[in-house]
């Protein structure tokens, strides 16, 4: 990603470890990542690729026993790795905010959905509750939220997946953050539901923040991003516009996402699979990690670690297939 001099988020060569009973395993292993402003930028990849633990080391919301062993990260030119508690404390929710896929797991069942949100704006400003209650039912009505007034009082097992959802942006929302991580948003609704809350981010990109969408689902990513970091075992395999991903994919783990997923223009009967699952991050192989389950894969590629090669401007790739 060349000529961007206003970025959002930078992160640069980036290192998470995790201590278990068998070592030291990464989970990010070496990633680098910009967001210019305004821009939506995806991560996509299966499950326990390390999607997630990327965003959580921005939010400093780290499991316990995992560290970042090294790298930077730029929020707004600000480096976080290194803050304190305190610090990320009052980094979260007014510059950078996050988004969970179940908001029933994120939100407090004991507390009014109103009350949450007003929470948030008072741990950062010091306003009167009746305010915050004003900021609060404005923002609800921004994303969609109808009778906002008659929802701030509801819990949360009284609303819809989907108005949850709005809720969680809404909470994410309210300090107009730099940037807003959602992390899997849509996995759990509907696609009635999803196709709505995508048009609601949209909507907010419109308005000004950048986004980092993490999905494993490439049909959302399309709707959504302008570029898009392809993650497999910790680390990026492939890295391009997304129109150039969806139109030239050269890693053979993009191309095997991509076709497994399913279009209405597709002529193919049978969707493609991935043979093989995720490998442990304890049993990584020296080379690249995808070696066990690709069908290109060559001699080299086990005992060496392919590096990140530029194919065309903007649009780069991390296989033997593409080194010189
Ligand atoms: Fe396949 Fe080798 Fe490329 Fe890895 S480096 S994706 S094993 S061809």
Same mark, same amino acid.
């Given at each position: 990603m060349e000529n961007r001099t206003e970025l959002t988020l930078k992160i640069d060569h980036l290192n998470v470890s995790i201590k278990t009973e068998n070592g030291l395993i990464k989970p990010v292993n070496d990633i680098s990542l910009e967001i210019p402003r305004g821009k939506v930028v995806g991560i996509v990849g299966e499950? &326990? +690729? &390390?999607k997630s633990m990327t965003a959580r080391a921005v939010m400093g919301l780290l499991p316990p =026993? *995992?560290?970042?062993e090294g790298g930077s990260i730029l929020l707004d030119g600000n480096e976080l790795t290194g803050h304190s508690e305190e610090q990320l404390c009052g980094v979260r929710g007014s510059e950078v905010s996050m988004i969970f896929q179940e908001p029933m797991t994120s939100l407090n069942p004991v507390m009014k959905v109103g009350r949450q949100v007003d929470e948030v704006i008072r741990v950062h400003q010091k306003v009167p509750l009746a305010e915050a209650r004003k900021m609060t039912i404005e923002m609800f009505r921004a994303v969609g939220i109808s009778e906002p007034e008659e929802r701030y009082e509801c819990y949360p097992h009284q609303l819809s997946g989907g108005l949850r959802q709005r809720v969680m942006i809404a909470m994410a929302m309210i300090m107009k953050p730099s940037l807003l991580i959602a992390d899997?948003?849509? *996995? =759990?609704?509907?696609v009635t539901v999803e196709a709505q809350i995508l048009r609601l981010m949209k909507e907010l990109n419109k308005s000004g923040t950048s986004i980092l969408l993490i999905s494993h689902n490439l049909g959302v990513i399309a709707q959504v991003c302008d570029y898009v970091y392809v993650m497999y075992a910790g680390q990026f395999v492939e890295e391009a516009d997304v129109f150039a991903l969806f139109d030239q994919p050269l890693h053979p783990y993009t191309k095997g996402l991509l076709g497994a997923v399913t279009s209405l223009? %597709?002529?193919? =009967?049978v969707l493609e699979t991935i043979h093989g699952v995720v490998p442990d991050f304890s049993e990584l192989p020296d080379g690249c990690g995808f070696a066990a389950r690709c069908?290109? +894969?060559?001699? %080299?590629c086990s005992a060496l670690m392919p590096r990140m090669a530029e194919t065309e401007p903007g649009h780069r790739v991390r296989c033997h297939l593409y080194s010189a």
């Open positions: 499950s &326990g +690729c &390390g =026993a *995992t560290k970042i899997e948003p849509t *996995t =759990a609704l509907d223009r %597709r002529e193919e =009967a069908e290109k +894969c060559m001699e %080299r």
